[in-house]
């Protein structure tokens, strides 16, 4: 079977997880702080920034149906100023 999908995972969570007046959050820094994952380290990877993007998404759902998504928020937009958007090497 031939199955499509119609959908751009990673502009849609670009948009959900976005302040306006602010910048963009990139995928990388979003799944570090949402989701506690390192992504896009060494070569690019499509199938784990759509995997990512797909669990952003659930994520975003989650935060949404528990009332807490203005909190998260914020808390992606703390991070990233005190971090320059850049996600921290591991220790």
């Known amino acids: 079977p031939h199955i499509t999908l119609f959908c ?3 502009f849609l969570q670009v ?10 959050v ?3 820094f979003l799944a570090w702080v949402i989701l506690g994952r390192r992504i896009q380290e060494g ?8 995997a990512t993007a ?4 659930g994520r975003y759902e989650a935060l949404v149906a528990s009332g807490s998504f203005d909190a998260a928020l914020r ?8 971090l320059g958007w850049a996600v ?4």
């Not at 690019?44 to 759509?50: G, I, K, L, R, T």
């Open 43 to 50: 070569v690019h990877d499509s199938v784990e920034d759509a």
């Open 54 to 57: 797909l669990a952003l998404h």
């Open 26 to 28: 990139s995928l990388r």
């Open 8 to 10: 751009r995972p990673f």
């Open 75 to 82: 808390r992606v937009y703390a991070e990233g100023h005190r």
């Open 88 to 91: 921290p090497e591991e220790e």
């Open 15 to 24: 948009d959900l997880f976005y302040m306006p007046g602010d910048r963009r």
